[in-house]
């Protein structure tokens, strides 16, 4: 089968009573190949478009200023030279310092980005364009320090934690402790040395972490043995009152807490265990809750 | 020839790794000697062009690069570079 003119097709033509083309069949796979070319040729249209508007555009930047940002110089700097600026004139119409500019151009202090603005503003270009080139050795320094203060403002927050003046949280501890063990094992493997300083940091953070989950479990225990104790004396009072009103055993609760927390009884056994003064003395945190005239209600930390 | 670069060309070249960064500016300066030396605009056709009639060329600068170029006014016209485009040397090629 040959089309129109003359080219070997598998494509069939349908006319219309006219003998005008109307509809083309086509095999499915050469009609999947069509689809993928015209899709190909239809993104390559757009960018040229697309390049073709940008240099319509003429945002175009001479070799000389590019050249030099890119060996190292700083973006405001060669901007500044290259619209003929003397650095006192583009301090005063930035709105700066010369030295704070100085200081900018040479890399030694980044400018706020208000600043910034004012002086890309002043040197007719974008902000984005003072952006100097990206040196690696730079950028790993760069990440370096604020890893290793991040470490350091982990640790000064676990100091204040522990040291400080506002209340302890063993939660807030342990979870500050587990960031810098982390952070500290992703700082010395991302430079696979060692670090011996750090090292004891992440060993210390450990040791904080086994301290704080040992004292929990020692208080967990504590305070459900207690709570079954003080059952047991509770419903041993409760035996010998017999059928003490409820009210009557209201007012009989105050007054023995204010006893030491000891259930009123002839049973000094059950007196004993108790006796909540036994557990603060062991670990000099735990306190019975409830001072003169108050209710106990449960146990905290100190 | 005299160089110039589009913002995102800069940008882009700004983006690169120290050694592809070097490599493509040493590139873009002998694309503009060869250009300098030789009849206007006649080594830009030994380039990969973007495709037929295009008046943009692909100047390879390393292994993985390409610079898009073209001239204008006598000047080498740095375009992109083909991180950004970098599907259509392929298309080309088809």
Same mark, same amino acid.
């Given at each position: &089968?040959?089309?129109?003119?003359?080219?070997? @097709? @598998?494509?069939?033509? $349908? *006319?219309?009573?006219?003998?005008?083309?109307?509809?083309?069949?086509?095999?499915?796979?050469?009609?999947?190949?069509?689809?993928? +070319?015209? +899709?190909?040729?239809?993104?390559?249209?757009?960018? $040229?478009?697309?390049?073709?508007? #940008?240099?319509?555009?003429?945002?175009?930047?001479?070799?000389?200023v590019v050249h030099r940002i890119v060996a190292g110089e700083h973006p405001v700097r060669v901007w500044r030279l290259h619209r003929g600026l003397k650095a006192v004139e583009l301090a005063r119409e930035a709105g700066i310092s010369p030295g704070g500019l100085a200081e900018i151009e040479t890399a030694k202090k980044d400018a706020s980005f208000d600043t910034m603005v004012r002086i890309a503003k002043t040197l007719g270009v974008k902000v984005d364009d003072l952006m100097p080139a990206?040196?690696?050795?730079?950028?790993?320094?760069?990440? +370096?320090?604020?890893?290793?203060?991040?470490?350091?403002?982990?640790?000064?927050?676990?100091?204040?934690?522990?040291?400080?003046?506002?209340?302890?949280? %063993?939660?807030a501890v342990r979870e500050t402790?587990?960031?810098? $063990?982390?952070?500290? %094992?992703?700082? &010395?493997?991302?430079?696979?040395? *060692?670090?011996?300083?750090? #090292?004891?940091?992440?060993?210390?953070? *450990?040791? @904080? $972490? #086994?301290?704080?989950? %040992? @004292?929990?479990?020692?208080?967990m225990e504590t305070v459900t043995g207690t709570q079954s104790r003080l059952s047991e004396v509770f419903s041993d009072s409760l035996a010998r009152a017999g059928l003490f009103?409820?009210?009557?055993?209201?007012?009989?609760?105050?007054?023995?807490? %204010?006893n030491g927390g000891r259930a009123d009884s002839a049973d000094d056994g059950a007196d004993a265990r108790a006796d909540p003064a036994g557990e603060e003395g062991e670990g000099g945190q735990l306190k019975a809750a409830g001072e003169e005239g108050e209710r106990p209600r449960g146990w905290f930390l100190r | 020839m005299r160089i110039a670069y589009s913002r995102e060309a800069m940008h882009a070249l700004l983006a690169l790794a120290a050694p592809e960064r070097a490599r493509a500016v040493d590139a873009v300066k002998l694309l503009a000697e060869a250009g300098a030396g030789a009849k206007a605009g006649a080594n830009f056709n030994e380039l990969l062009a973007l495709a037929d009639?295009?008046?943009?060329? /692909?100047?390879?600068?390393?292994?993985?690069?390409? /610079?898009?170029?073209?001239?204008a006014d006598g000047t080498l016209v740095v375009v992109a570079l083909s991180d950004v485009i970098g599907s259509l040397t392929e298309a080309t090629e088809q």
């Open positions: &089968m040959s089309d129109d003119s003359g080219r070997e @097709t @598998t494509v069939q033509i $349908i *006319r219309d009573r006219a003998g005008e083309p109307a509809f083309a069949t086509l095999p499915y796979p050469e009609y999947e190949e069509l689809l993928n +070319r015209a +899709r190909r040729v239809s993104g390559l249209d757009a960018a $040229i478009n697309a390049i073709q508007g #940008e240099v319509n555009r003429l945002g175009l930047i001479p070799s000389e990206i040196d690696e050795g730079v950028i790993e320094e760069h990440r +370096r320090e604020v890893q290793l203060r991040d470490i350091a403002r982990r640790i000064s927050e676990i100091d204040s934690m522990i040291n400080g003046s506002k209340g302890f949280d %063993s939660g402790a587990q960031h810098l $063990i982390s952070e500290a %094992s992703s700082f &010395m493997a991302d430079r696979g040395g *060692r670090f011996d300083w750090l #090292e004891g940091i992440v060993e210390k953070a *450990r040791r @904080t $972490i #086994e301290e704080i989950n %040992s @004292t929990e479990k020692a208080i009103p409820r009210d009557m055993l209201a007012e009989n609760k105050p007054a023995a807490a %204010s | 009639g295009s008046e943009f060329r /692909l100047a390879p600068f390393s292994a993985t690069g390409d /610079l898009v170029v073209t001239t």
